[in-house]
């Protein structure tokens, strides 16, 4: 595989400081790395290892607010980037070393044609003329299988889906032909049936055209796909190095060693309790946004007390507006929810103190649905507050109690406010705030997926326990279908806006499936280096991903 | 392009309720004013009876809602009346200083309009250098400064040392274009100075806010030039509220120079509405009222119309 050929880009003792809070401080603490022609490395580590800083120092950029420190050496191609004008930088960047961003609906202008961003580059560096450039573009587009090649790039990035955009952005960084591209985590912000495309797509162009690339991700199965060598890193700092095979076989450091392991706890799968009544049952809701088409179609599914239902399902798929209409933000326009039996008020504004305290919610993202400016006592005594009407000692016995639970130190934390703890942190007050109210069922909202795995295992750990202490149910959204393998006993899968699939964990990922689920459950990434090479042999290419899920919707 | 043309619709419907809850307003405020237009015309020592025959004569006996429908309707075909003092019709009196507003405000707005989008854009290009803190701070002191102290400043420097401009801006009808753009130079100028530092430094915050945007930091690391980024990538998305603040300073130009009018006695709308209203000379203060109110829900109309159109996402949709 690896193509040990001239060396095309030397980072030696790379140093990129950060400011922040008056003080520059070091992001990036003496990285070397070495690329060959046409070699693929894959860079990975959890968020805040430096993996996006060092791939922007390679082009020889330090995004605002950061600095290239002195005594660092980036060589590409025999010149010394650090040292280099900005404009015989600027030269090199989108001609010789190209980018490619992990979002590419925000990557794009939104005010230009996408075909006319493409072909900036190769104009501005009198590559191409115009109609030269633009045919090209149509090539590419082509080879990267978009639909409609010919006209697609005429149209606005909003006007397009997320990852054809992905995939024009990848044509887009190819259009000069560059010796180098870095990927920034391409595929995260993508499904996981969408993905592949994309990575397929990626790593076609690449050998075609025998690109250097560094690709940058958090997700160890897809760079397994996409990297000749990878390179761990862990807080600015390499912890090892080793060709594709040799690092996802025998890892040497203690902290790859405890990356490779995440994906192993699996909490024992429960089942439905004989001749009860679910605690929350859905009866064919329809629901839909004022006056927008349906966004639930006849979805029917039960929830028992203390067990975990994951509801999985691509972005667009009603999830999340299940949820809704169970918490009573969201009406249905048809159907009934049940609640031991009895009927659930549709309308939270029309439910009791009791009605209310019986399902809460934890959120997704832990940043925005924590207010920054309050105490962690007061977010998690207001809920116990309203809820039981404790006040004064009992209130503060509550509340250190509840941070107890969550294994965080009560006279450490209880005076804090938000900004000042790590994710994790964050996502477990979250979740004393949903158990403050004492409630018998918590809808979870991708509560993992803006976190490192390490930390992801935490939560889903914790929520394990404290679901076998307090026999709470929990409705677990989600799109990672690891996070249903280690912590689902049900599963419910749903295609736009109806249950495909459901049954018992053990049962779904057994086959036969239902086509959709199928296709969901080969799209997630294995971490076998030739798991995608083969999907394509046995699927074809043209049956994966939006064409493969769209045949099975029609 | 049918939706673009239902949401112009929408605006312009939403724009004619607006002006016709102003005329509402701007009528019965006038009402509740003590002292009526009989009053006001015979004086203090009418007698009661002179004062009856006059309203009758005047149609003042009519109930106020009958009233503020006939004026409605004579407002509909610009007859709003005659004046009270003159007994002239209001639009012969304002008419023409209407125009003569909308020409001194269009002259500050030809000049004003493109150099503060171009010194935006550069202070923006050029950001904490030391032109962007000069030009800052020019701006700001010219914005900080009474538009009449300006006035004199200008007129200081020149027409009295320098004499290069008249400090007298009477205009009238036989002067040649050129004639006029000289004569109302110092008035325009003085409007140009207030209204820039507003505009500019919208211009140049709209832009910084989007530098950090993900879609710059793609066309830098595609190497695109810094100025290329600016104006290629930046500045088509900086527009709405860019044009939002130039229709505001644009409104001002034409309802808020009452000042600078005095000051270089120019026979603007400004003007003729301080006369009427020392003078209690209702009608013309409705109309003036209203022609003002128009050119403000007209202008901010065209702002909302313009950030419409500059929004890709509203001009192509999917």
């Known amino acids: ?554 | 392009m049918g939706d673009i043309a239902k949401l112009i619709g929408k605006r312009l419907g939403l724009g004619l309720v607006i002006l016709l809850i102003i005329s509402i307003i701007i009528f019965f405020m006038v009402e509740l004013l003590p002292g009526d237009v009989a009053q006001a015309v015979l004086g203090q020592g009418a007698t009661p009876e002179n004062l009856a025959a006059m309203r009758k004569q005047m149609g003042l006996d009519q109930p106020a809602v009958v009233r503020y429908f006939g004026w409605l309707a004579g407002a509909l075909t610009l007859d709003f009346g005659n004046s009270i003092v003159t007994g002239k019709a209001v639009m012969s009196i304002i008419g023409e200083r209407f125009m003569n507003t909308l020409f001194l405000a269009s002259y500050a707005a030809v000049i004003a309009v493109p150099i503060s989008i171009i010194l935006g854009v550069i202070v923006a290009l050029l950001r904490n250098s030391i032109f962007d803190r000069v030009a800052n701070v020019v701006t700001l002191t010219s914005i900080s400064s009474p538009e009449f102290f300006l006035a004199y400043i200008l007129i200081l420097y020149f027409s009295i040392k320098w004499g290069m401009f008249p400090s007298n801006a009477k205009i009238s009808d036989g002067m040649s274009f050129a004639d006029l753009l000289w004569r109302t130079f110092l008035p325009a100028l003085t409007l140009v100075l207030v209204v820039v530092a507003h505009m500019m430094r919208m211009t140049r915050a709209s832009i910084i806010a989007l530098l950090a945007s993900p879609y710059i930091e793609m066309a830098r690391l595609k190497g695109t030039p810094p100025w290329k980024v600016i104006v290629k990538h930046a500045l088509p998305n900086a527009w709405a509220p860019i044009i939002n603040v130039v229709a505001l300073n644009l409104a001002y130009l034409i309802t808020g120079v009452v000042l600078v009018e005095v000051v270089f006695v120019y026979p603007g709308i400004g003007q003729a509405l301080v006369d009427a209203v020392s003078k209690r000379d209702f009608p013309v203060v409705q109309a003036s009222c209203l022609i003002f109110a128009a050119t403000y829900i007209l202008l901010n109309l065209a702002a909302d119309v313009g950030a419409i159109l500059t929004n890709p996402r509203l001009r192509h949709p999917k």
């Not at chain 1, 030397?10 to 003496?30: A, C, M, P, Q, T």
Request: glycine content about 6%.
């Open chain 1, 1 to 554: 595989m690896t193509k040990k050929k001239d060396v095309l880009l030397k980072i030696r003792n790379l140093r990129i400081e950060g400011y922040s809070n008056e003080h520059w401080v070091d992001i990036i603490k003496g990285v070397d790395l070495t690329l060959h022609r046409g070699e693929v490395m894959g860079l990975i580590g959890e968020s805040g290892a430096g993996k996006s800083t060092i791939g922007a120092g390679a082009m020889g950029y330090a995004r605002d607010g950061t600095r290239i420190s002195e005594g660092s050496s980036v060589e590409f191609d025999g010149m010394e980037l650090t040292t280099a004008t900005e404009s015989e930088r600027r030269a090199l960047r989108g001609n010789r070393i190209a980018y490619v961003a992990q979002s590419a609906a925000a990557s794009f202008n939104p005010a230009h044609k996408i075909i006319d961003q493409h072909t900036e580059a190769p104009l501005h560096y009198r590559l191409q003329k115009r109609m030269e450039a633009q045919e090209d573009a149509m090539q590419l587009y082509e080879k990267l299988r978009l639909p409609h090649p010919h006209e697609i790039g005429f149209r606005y990035p909003h006007q397009v889906s997320g990852g054809q955009l992905q995939r024009a952005m990848t044509a887009m960084a190819m259009s000069c032909r560059p010796d180098l591209i870095i990927f920034d985590e391409p595929t995260t912000a993508l499904d996981v049936t969408t993905q592949i495309e994309v990575l397929a797509a990626i790593r076609d162009i690449v050998d075609e055209y025998n690109t250097a690339a560094i690709y940058i991700t958090h997700d160890l199965a897809v760079v397994a796909q996409m990297a000749d060598t990878i390179k761990v890193l862990l807080k600015g700092e390499e912890v090892e190095e080793a060709p594709t095979e040799e690092m996802l076989d025998n890892p040497k450091e203690d902290y790859t060693k405890s990356l490779w392991a995440v994906r192993s706890f699996e909490s024992p799968q429960r089942q439905r309790p004989k001749g009860e009544v679910p605690l929350i049952s859905l009866q064919h809701i329809d629901a839909a946004y004022t006056a927008g088409p349906k966004i639930l179609d006849d979805v029917s599914f039960d929830i028992y007390a203390g067990m975990t239902v994951a509801v999985v399902g691509e972005s667009g798929s009603g999830k999340s507006t299940a949820a809704r209409v169970i918490t009573g933000l969201l009406p249905p326009q048809k159907g009934e929810v049940l609640f031991k039996g009895e009927p659930f008020t549709p309308d939270y504004r029309n439910r009791t103190k009791d009605e209310l305290r019986q399902c809460q919610m934890i959120y997704q993202s832990a940043d925005t649905s924590l207010n920054p400016k309050v105490r962690i006592s007061e977010i998690i005594g207001r809920p116990a507050q309203f809820y039981s009407g404790l006040k004064g000692a009992a209130l503060k016995n509550r509340v250190d109690e509840l941070l107890d639970l969550i294994e965080l130190e009560p006279a450490l934390y209880y005076n804090r406010y938000p900004p000042e703890l790590s994710g994790g942190q964050k996502q477990r007050i979250g979740i004393a705030r949903a158990l403050a109210a004492e409630p018998t069922f918590i809808i979870c909202d991708e509560v993992t997926s803006a976190l490192d795995q390490l930390v992801a295992e935490g939560i889903l750990r914790l929520l394990d326990r404290l679901q076998n202490e307090l026999n709470l149910a929990y409705m677990f959204i989600t799109h990672d279908l690891a996070t249903v393998r280690s912590i689902a006993d049900e599963v419910v899968v749903m295609q736009q806006g109806k249950v495909v699939e459901q049954g018992p964990k053990d049962e779904m990922f057994q086959p036969p499936h239902h086509p959709y689920t199928d296709l969901l459950l080969s799209s997630v990434p294995e971490m076998d280096p030739n798991w995608l090479t083969t999907l394509l042999e046995e699927r074809g290419v043209d049956n994966v991903g939006d064409a493969a899920a769209a045949k099975i919707a029609t």
